[in-house]
Structures are given as structure tokens and as C-alpha cells.
């Protein structure tokens, strides 16, 4: 008799995370971890992400012994400066205003914790956007329009962000949503959960 797949978390509080993780349609359940996020003196934006990432499954992963705990955490880097979320108006329209007209990086760091075994996976996915230069009267539009406060650079691929971009680049699309699909699959396939037999 083949034993049941392991309980499936997502450790995380985003309901964009949440939004992407149903798109494979495994079963799961979200598990809010509570870490602190704060940037260590002289890290990398990648160093960063892939910590947080790992803290939080491992921290949900303490609660959950036999399961596979996703951690992912996301940041936006232009021209060695971090970009984390606004929170509000007046930050966002201040990231835009510093982002327009460059390229900006959207790091994603994600991890796959086995809980039983031990194992865990991680990676690091980075997907470039080149914005367009806009006026201050566009961004503080968008911003109105968008609200986008609780997302890295205050920039929300999904919905009327597309009209902020020149052009983007990457593997995983997914990823700039902040939740790299294509590669937590291969994660998941190695632990035995092929998402198209399930």
C-alpha cells in the first residue's frame, strides 16, 4: 500500500503566494511564520532572501512533523539599493519615482523543507524588469489605482503594473510574483510528488 504524501505547507502570510501555490492544485495549508526580517550588516539581497526563506520554513517546519514546508522571501534590488515593501502611498510613490527608467532585479529565495527527513532544498531566482520612465503624475496614478503597499518595490506584476514595464526577463514569471513555481516543482519532484499525477 502506498503511503500518503506528506502534508504540504506554506509558510507564508502573502495571499499572492497563496494565489500561485493553488495553481499546481495540491492540497495544502498555510501556516504564518513569525520571524524577524531585518537585513544583516553587509548582506547580499540574494544572501538575504534565501535566509528569510529558509527561517520561515524552518520556523513554520518546528510545528509540522511529518511535512514539506515552503519558505520564499522576495526583494528588489536597483542599482545596489533594496526596495522591500512601501507600506505606504508616499514610500511607494518614492520607489517608483526611483525606479523609473531602470532596470530593477525581483530576488526571490525559496526553500523546501522536509520536516521528516531533514532534507532541505533552496534556491535563488532572480527575474529582471525594465521600467519605463514615467512621470511623477503616472506613478502617483498607479499608486492610487494599484495600491501597492505590500509588494517589493511597489510594483504588482499581476495587475496594472504591466503598464509601468518596457520589458522583463527570466525563467520563472512566477517568480516575480514571489513564489518561483517552476523551480519548487523540480523541489517537490525530488522529494517524490510528481504535481502532474497527484
Known sequence: MTPPPPTLILASSSPYRRELLQRLGLPFSVDSPEIDEGRLRDESPGDLVTRLAIAKAAAVGARWPAALVIGSDQVAA????????????????????????????????ICLLNTASGRLQTALVC????????????????????????????????????ALVERSAGDDPSALIGLPLCRLVQMLDNEGIDVLSV
Open 78 to 109: 536597483v542599482e545596489g539599493t533594496f526596495l522591500g515593501k512601501p507600506g505606504t502611498a508616499a514610500k511607494a510613490v518614492e520607489q517608483l519615482q526611483q525606479t523609473s527608467g531602470k532596470r530593477v532585479d525581483f530576488l526571490t529565495g
Open 127 to 162: 527575474y529582471s524588469v525594465f521600467f519605463r520612465r514615467l512621470t511623477n503624475a503616472q506613478i502617483r496614478r498607479y499608486v492610487e489605482r494599484e495600491r501597492p503597499l505590500d509588494c517589493s518595490g511597489a510594483f504588482k506584476s499581476e495587475g496594472l503594473g504591466a
